[in-house]
């Protein structure tokens, strides 16, 4: 990647805007590689935000190595998946609960009590199944 690219890069995950967030996502999409995996990078660096959420939500369509890229730094996107977990959308909830397993971030494990044990909750099996497989 070249410099100037680094340089945005590390600008858009640095800056408390919140308008940089569509902009690290498009480039989530980007035909180079480097661009792709830097803009995760600042996704991941950027303090919580709506591109966490996106990184959970999109979950299933990710690569391994952008997965192991993520582990490296489970903190980074705990509490997106802490809110993926305990959310009311259906494939958000089951991508949070698959990034958690990924990621094993036990730190979220209270999150998963919480949601297995909400009677009203119609993913409390699924918060339980998660908690047996950590």
Excluded: F
């Excluded at 490296?72 to 802490?82: E, F, K, N, T, W």
Aim: some cysteine; overall charge negative.
């Amino acid at each position: 990647m070249t410099g100037g690219v680094e340089q945005t890069l590390e600008l858009l995950a640095e800056t408390a805007n919140e308008s940089a967030v569509p902009l690290l996502l498009h480039a989530l999409d980007a035909s180079d590689r480097a661009i792709q995996e830097g803009a995760l990078r600042a996704l991941l660096a950027r303090r919580r935000g709506s591109g966490q959420r996106e990184i959970v939500r999109r979950w299933n369509s990710l690569n391994e190595r952008w997965k192991q890229i993520i582990a490296r730094s489970p903190r980074h996107i705990a509490s997106a998946v802490r809110d993926a977990i305990l959310s009311t959308d259906e494939e958000l909830c089951i991508n949070g609960c698959r990034t958690l397993v990924y990621i094993r971030e036990y730190d979220l494990m209270p999150a998963l009590v919480t949601a297995a044990e909400d009677p009203s909750n119609p993913r409390s099996g699924l918060a339980a199944q998660t908690l047996l497989e950590l």
